[in-house]
């Protein structure tokens, strides 16, 4: 079967540094996209890797190792509009769809 | 560039009734996925469309039905409402241009129901 996981909640402090795990085990890897949702709000897309490695974008870093089924998504320099859910998926070519992880809520203290 | 937009907002209904909610793409996307949220279980993939084909189907009864419009525009149908489906339904576009939901999904605010 296809299993997506991800830590329920974290904690950070405004300022400092996170790393949110994504774990997958899944038939058919395609990419690996990494979505941010405020509450009340729609999923916005923040970013996708298909190769090993790390990307970054701003604030934002996006880590992913296909041999380990493993990513995560670092974030820097934490303000308090980061407190969100964030949500990894992976995409499959074996049946075209993306599968989603529950999601990870962060919780930023001053 | 006008959203994805989603009617209904908020939709109230009762066991055994059936309920459409509609979704318009982006202008020049022509896929549109449907995803079911619910607390703890994250989204679930209900169905792709693209170009008014169901291109890909994902694991819900066929209670579960949607289709496309020549504009893009989709309609997903739920008959037979259980309590069970009480959840935040959205909706995301894409140019779609390739084979699956591979391009960055575009979501719309979604349709909260509630069956009681």
């Known amino acids: 079967g296809q299993n997506i996981d991800q830590p329920t909640e974290m904690t950070a402090t405004e300022g400092a540094i996170v790393q949110i795990n994504c774990t997958y085990q899944?038939?058919?890897?395609?990419?690996l996209f990494w979505y941010q949702q405020h509450a009340g709000e729609a999923p916005t897309f923040l970013s996708y890797?298909?190769l090993d490695g790390l990307e970054e974008k701003g604030r934002f870093s996006s880590f992913l190792s296909r041999s380990k089924g493993y990513s995560y998504l670092l974030l820097k320099e934490l303000q308090m509009k980061d407190s969100a859910s964030y949500l990894c998926a992976v995409y499959m070519d074996s049946n075209y769809q993306l599968i989603w992880g529950a999601g990870t809520k962060l919780i930023i203290k001053p | 560039k006008a959203g994805v937009t989603q009617t209904p907002r908020y939709l109230i209904k009762t066991r055994g009734q059936q309920v459409t909610l509609s979704c318009s793409p982006i202008?020049?996307?022509?896929?549109v996925s449907w995803y079911q949220q619910t607390p703890g279980q994250g989204l679930q993939f209900l169905f792709e469309?693209?170009?008014?084909?169901?291109?890909n189907k994902g694991n819900f009864p066929g209670r579960f039905s949607g289709r496309q419009f020549s504009n893009s525009r989709s309609e997903m149908n739920v008959s037979t409402l259980e309590l069970g489906d009480s959840a935040l339904y959205l909706c995301?576009?894409?140019?779609?241009?390739?084979?699956?939901?591979?391009?960055?999904?575009?979501f719309g605010p979604g349709t909260r129901l509630t069956v009681t």
């Open positions: 995301a576009s894409s140019p779609g241009l390739a084979g699956g939901p591979v391009d960055e999904q575009y």
């Open positions: 469309y693209f170009s008014e084909t169901q291109r």
């Open positions: 899944t038939s058919g890897f395609n990419g």
């Open positions: 202008s020049g996307h022509r896929s």
């Open positions: 890797n298909v």
